[in-house]
């Protein structure tokens, strides 16, 4: 591989300040599902931040990707809100078990505490034994639902979807909860001094229309997204799985700084839209490509990804379209950076990009 002129920390921190960098910024979707890289069972790794920041370091000390990261999944908040979750050996959570189940138990959904609640206190120490171990060499960073996804997680997607047509009111009541729920966990990790991002999957158009997105899911991520600028000083990110290019406008409004898109939409487009107001981050396809890929399929979606995105007014990040699956060779992923690190070389070589 290419030797590369720059640490992961000096090439966000001029990333960040839109200076100079050396390749294209190149961060894999990854966590819990690469627990075995470790020689864990992921039930183990839920429950204990030293599991977790192990995994991060490892992975880092391998691939010298350019941000690392402890994410809630998406349940996390949700759990901590009174929701079961199951943690199986070998795949990732699943909700067991919604934390109420009918309409009229809302009002008595208690807010989530951070410090004591689900797995929130593993996940905040967890972010502060990885920074603490990776913070001089790579930018570290939290991820969380989005509140319409935890609230998905709090009553069931089903009743979700239902209750937005019979009871918009009580939906609304139920926002604002997760709303304070989120809150609370955000206001505990700024305290560390990491920068926080969403992943929003149910926010998507392949669920809701883009009107019940605006009406239940944006005014709700708009006050998760004043929080995170309020007490970090900087603004999130977000991903949305699946399709969400109906809803760019209304993200973006929003007032976030970065949108990763699902391999599902086309990058080029992602950046004539909102490209001038927001960084761009996506978007190699993570099943078809990274885990069951080669490398002359990993290679020529990566280089197709950065002829698209690299000249995005705010910024390019080189990433998968969503998180990689479990049990995807190491090797693979290698081979992403790799080819990031060639294609994404600063100053772009348009002819190399544009070879067959």
Known sequence: MRKEKMTPRERMNAFAR????????CVPDMGATMAPFIGVKVSDYYHSAELMAELEIALFKRLRHDSVGISTSLRGVAEAMGSKVAYPDYNISYLLEPAIKSVDEIESLKIADPLKDGILPILIKAI????????????????????????????????????????????????????????????????????????????????????????????????????IKEKTGSAPGIHICGTSKEIWEDVVNTGISNFSIDNIEDLEEAKEIMGDRVIITGNVPPVDVIYAGNKESIFKSVKECIRKGHDSKKGYILSTGCQIPMHTPMENIEMFMEAGNIYGAYPIDMELLMKD
């Open 128 to 227: 502060k034994l990885t920074k603490d171990a990776l913070i001089d060499e790579v930018d570290v960073s939290a991820s969380m639902s989005g509140p319409f996804s935890v609230a998905a997680s709090v009553v069931g997607t089903d009743n979700l979807l239902k209750w937005m047509i019979k009871y918009p009111k009580k939906v609304h009541t139920l926002m604002d909860i997760v709303v304070e729920s989120n809150n609370r966990y955000i206001e505990e990790v700024a305290k560390l001094g990491v920068s926080i991002s969403f992943a929003d999957p149910v926010s998507s158009t392949n669920l809701i229309s883009p009107k019940q997105f605006r009406e239940f899911s944006l005014p709700a991520l708009q006050k998760n997204v004043d929080k």
């Open 18 to 25: 839109g200076q100079e960098i050396d390749r294209v910024i």
